[in-house]
């Protein structure tokens, strides 16, 4: 069997097998405060999907060079993110769990960003002895990006897929055969969690969360790839692509902990003014926010993707970049007038 079908297939069967097992052990999401969905859910869906990523890795002919060091570092955050999951272990207990990951992945696999590409027009920017703490800076940042934009359902895993989808076309493009199939695997993997989760295909209603666990896998999985394709005598893209296919997740968390701040307020607080809490209370649907936001983040991947193939100097995809999220940024700090914007063109009751 393919390592793509494998991945598919393991994920479905754990996720049958986990979701009667989640109650038992009291590895469910309760409604509560910011939490706002329906009755109880597993959270297993993180767990699942690592254990099929495993499975088919495990399996390949002839997997990448780095792989058991992913897979080591992958397994401390699975674990921990499930932990959190349970019993909600401290923010900084997290953070050194990712910390812990980023290290590993800069130190055992020497995946180190070095080289910031042309982003001023006057040369290359080169890190030097800067490149592991920005590599490890990134690293983190990416992983709670991702967490911090699973707020609805569909959107987090709906997001990571269009960034593999993403990257996988880039690495295939550049014939990198490894790595497309290990973008390839994230792919499967994240098909049967979306079957379940997103707000399709006839539920009302997610049937399983991939929790702390789940955000943490793939945001690492996602900071990790993003420097193998950037970075090195075999880089397929610039670093500047990476935030297009990557965007809204960056978008959202930069321009909420800016507004935070701009409030005199924590940047990690929690609130409920996310991009898509701003739809939601114009009064769209939770299919609709999904869609809509879907849609941007293909549209951002495309512009990304088309401006690396034309050869679009890095210093323009940058302050393109820089000038969208300025108007996101704009959005976020006047979300009251953007939500009665969004209500008068087709939103509902709020």
Not at 26 to 42: A, E, M
Not at 67 to 75: D, G, T, V
Not at 107 to 125: P, R
Not at 132 to 140: C, D, G, K, R
Request: hydrophobic letters at 55%; zero cysteines; proline letters at 4%.
């Amino acid at each position: 069997m393919h390592s793509y079908l494998l991945a598919l297939v393991g994920t479905l069967l754990f996720l049958w097998f986990l979701v009667p097992f989640a109650a038992h052990v009291g590895l469910v999401d309760t409604p509560r405060g910011r939490k706002q969905h329906d009755g109880h859910v597993p959270l297993i869906g993180g767990v699942a999907m690592f254990l099929g990523f495993m499975l088919a890795a495990l399996t390949l002919d002839s997997p990448p060079d780095d792989i058991r060091s992913f897979l080591f570092a992958s397994i401390v955050l699975v674990f921990f993110g499930a932990l959190d999951d349970r019993h909600e272990i401290s923010v900084r207990s997290k953070f050194l769990v990712q910390l812990f990951a980023a290290l590993v992945m800069t130190s055992t696999a020497d995946h180190v960003i070095y080289n910031m590409g042309d982003l001023l027009g006057e040369g290359d920017i080169l890190l030097g002895g800067w490149g592991i703490p920005f590599t490890v800076f990134i690293t983190i940042g990416v992983i709670n990006a991702l967490n911090m934009s699973d707020g609805i359902d569909g959107l987090a895993g709906g997001v990571s897929l269009i960034s593999f989808l993403s990257m996988f076309y880039l690495a295939v493009d550049a014939g990198l055969a490894k790595d497309s199939q290990i973008l390839l695997i994230f792919i499967a993997i994240l098909i049967p969690f979306l079957l379940l989760n997103a707000p399709f295909f006839g539920k009302k209603s997610a049937r399983v969360f991939m929790g702390d666990a789940g955000s943490m896998f793939l945001g690492f999985a996602m900071a990790w790839y993003i420097t193998v394709l950037s970075q090195g005598e075999h880089a397929v893209i610039s670093p500047v692509v990476t935030l297009w296919i990557f965007a809204i997740p960056l978008l959202d968390t930069v321009s909420i902990m800016l507004r935070r701040m701009v409030k005199g307020r924590s940047p990690f607080s929690p609130d409920r003014e996310h991009f898509h809490h701003i739809f939601q209370a114009a009064g769209y649907s939770k299919r609709t926010t999904l869609i809509i936001i879907l849609l941007t983040q293909i549209l951002l991947s495309v512009v990304g993707i088309a401006g690396h193939k034309a050869g679009v100097p890095d210093w323009i995809m940058f302050w393109g970049f820089f000038a969208v999220l300025v108007l996101f940024f704009w959005g976020i700090k006047r979300a009251w007038h953007v939500m009665l914007m969004l209500k008068k063109i087709g939103g509902g009751a709020a």
